[in-house]
Antibody, heavy 121, light 109 residues
Framework: EVQLVESGGGLVQPGGSLRLSCAAS????????MNWVRQAPGKGLEWISY????????YYADSVNGRFTISRDTAKNSLYLQMNSLRAEDTAVYYC??????????????WGQGTLVTVSS | EIVLTQSPGTLSLSPGERATLSCRAS???????LAWYQQKRGQAPRLLIY???SRATGIPDRFSGSGSGTDFTLTISRLEPEDFAVYYC??????????FGPGTKVDIK
């Protein structure tokens, strides 16, 4: 069974930093690309970052580019999101999500339960 | 950047009724790149449909997807109590890599 468990969320002041982690199990982590997707309270879903299986390809949404850094540790079956210069508008539940190829197209197919990040003074 | 619009914003129906949800793209999207997700309150999203019309593993056949170009549809043939949720369409693109629609809430009439 695919399991993705996020951790590291919490309350942080504007301008501060936070590092999210995602522990993966139930599949061969090193073979899959991964994503972070967030959801502001009461709002829709926003994709924010992607990392390929080998970490060769990394992409960010414009809203976080230059402030957030995605990374992965295959030995620990873990995905990370380093978030710097946090703003109030970064307040959201952050989901770790697996990416697979379905008929040669990238599809986000499994999601963790999310971790809440609140940016407030 | 391709923008996805979903309608209606809210759909109020009774169990057993048919639900038809629309997703419109601001420019033509390959059907291969269109997916649908279900999100229940307090839960993570779940993949329902990929490639516009292929059901994901374990998804009941009352869920079906169709469409091409700029217009896509998710149909729930007969609503079950567990189907009342928010549904998002999503497209795989270039920049940003994934784009979601604003969602359609299906609630109990």
């Amino acid at each position: 069974e695919v399991q993705l468990v996020e951790s590291g969320g919490g309350l942080v002041q504007p301008g501060g930093s936070l590092r999210l982690s995602c522990a993966a199990s139930g599949f061969t982590f090193s073979s899959y690309s991964m994503n972070w997707v967030r959801q502001a309270p009461g709002k829709g879903l926003e994709w924010i970052s992607y990392i390929s299986s080998s970490s060769t390809n990394i992409y960010y949404a414009d809203s976080v580019n230059g402030r957030f850094t995605i990374s992965r540790d295959t030995a620990k079956n873990s995905l990370y999101l380093q978030m710097n210069s946090l703003r109030a508008e970064d307040t959201a539940v952050y989901y770790c999500a697996r990416d697979d190829q379905y008929e040669s197209v990238e599809v986000i197919d499994y999601w963790g339960q999310g971790t809440l990040v609140t940016v407030s003074s | 950047e391709i923008v996805l619009t979903q309608s209606p914003g809210t759909l109020s129906l009774s169990p057993g009724e048919r639900a038809t949800l629309s997703c419109r793209a601001s420019q033509s999207v390959s059907a291969s790149y269109l997916a649908w997700y279900q999100q229940k309150r307090g839960q993570a999203p779940r993949l329902l449909i990929y490639g516009a019309s292929s059901r994901a593993t374990g998804i009941p056949d009352r869920f079906s997807g169709s469409g091409s170009g700029t217009d896509f549809t998710l149909t729930i043939s007969r609503l079950e109590p567990e189907d009342f949720a928010v549904y998002y369409c999503q497209q795989f693109g270039s920049s940003p890599l994934f784009t979601f629609g604003p969602g359609t809430k299906v609630d109990i009439k």
